[in-house]
């Protein structure tokens, strides 16, 4: 028998977490809904909502109709994926850009990113940024 764990679910492997985050992505910036882009890829919104919290993996050829959907080379879903822990300690140092994909894979995070990139004026743009990292060092402290 199987043994329930409180809690929120995670991805089972990191990687399918990342690809889920790439595609939830891209759904958002195309403006589909989970249920339209199920119907288009023949599955549920149910499980187009577990690939995109990365509690089910793509298979190649669904990753592939996915891509075609949302009108993106099947790289595009593993552009600047971390690498993986098990892995030599030889880039360590270097960080990870996950966060990116976590932010820009939210409603907010797109966003803000289509109207920020919508700001013409760099020295506006500038003082933006600094205006929001010194609200962000405010809610450090």
């Known amino acids: 028998m199987k043994r329930r764990t409180a809690g929120r679910k995670t991805p089972k492997d990191e990687a399918d977490g990342y690809v889920g985050r790439r595609v939830r992505m891209r759904r958002l910036m195309l403006g589909l809904s989970q249920t339209e882009l199920a119907e288009r890829i023949g599955v549920t919104f149910q499980q187009v909502q577990k690939y995109e919290k990365g509690m089910n993996r793509i298979s190649a050829s669904r990753l592939q109709r996915v891509a075609h959907v949302l009108q993106v080379p099947v790289p595009f879903f593993f552009e600047g994926i971390p690498m993986s822990h ?13 966060y990116v994909s976590v932010f820009l894979a939210t409603s907010d995070g797109l966003a803000l990113t289509k109207a920020f990139t919508q700001i013409t004026n760099a020295k506006l743009r500038r003082r933006i940024v600094e205006l929001v990292e010194y609200i962000a060092g405010d809610y450090r402290e």
């Open 86 to 98: 098990s892995l030599p300690n030889a880039t360590a140092t270097v960080p990870s850009f996950d």
